[in-house]
């Protein structure tokens, strides 16, 4: 999947996410809930129920799809989904920070037992933090410190998929 491909529809459909952010809630609620279905995302994504065309809602469900296939692989295949290396910093990093907020969104939309378990408070509090990013950024020093977060994100979801899912009875594991 394209970002922009993605960002456009939802841009095009008045959504109010980008498309990192939309991301980060299919992750987010994908990492609490494996077998989550995409109706209540996309309705999410889209408030005031747009009538999508069956071209977006299957590029939309076809990235949700392939957030969980890659969320459940053993090979370390997941990845946010942002924009490529040749956007500009500035762009990556708004985009890094709200992905997080969209991530955030989407566990605490699904998780619903009371308190985190073990290390999970620690990389919700870093990545509550991560929301915080600046914008501002340029340079490499700023470069390579997106590469470390983009990298830490990448290990603590799939972390907090093997703290937080739910398993088919409806326990937590």
Known sequence: MVYQVINTILEHNDADVSAAE??????????VNGQAESAPWLKELFKDDTDLSDEDRAALMKLFEQTRTLLASEAFEFDLFLPDDDAFLYERVQALSRWCQGF??????????????NDVSEILKDITEFTKLDEEAE????????MEVTEYLRSAVLLLRDELNINTDGTVH
């Not at 340079?139 to 997106?146: F, H, P, Q, T």
Request: glycine share 18%.
């Open 22 to 31: 939309a991301h980060g809630m299919a992750t987010g609620i994908l990492c």
């Open 104 to 117: 955030l969104f989407g566990i605490g939309s699904v998780y619903t037992a009371k308190g985190w378990p």
């Open 139 to 146: 340079g490499e020093e700023d470069e390579n410190a997106y």
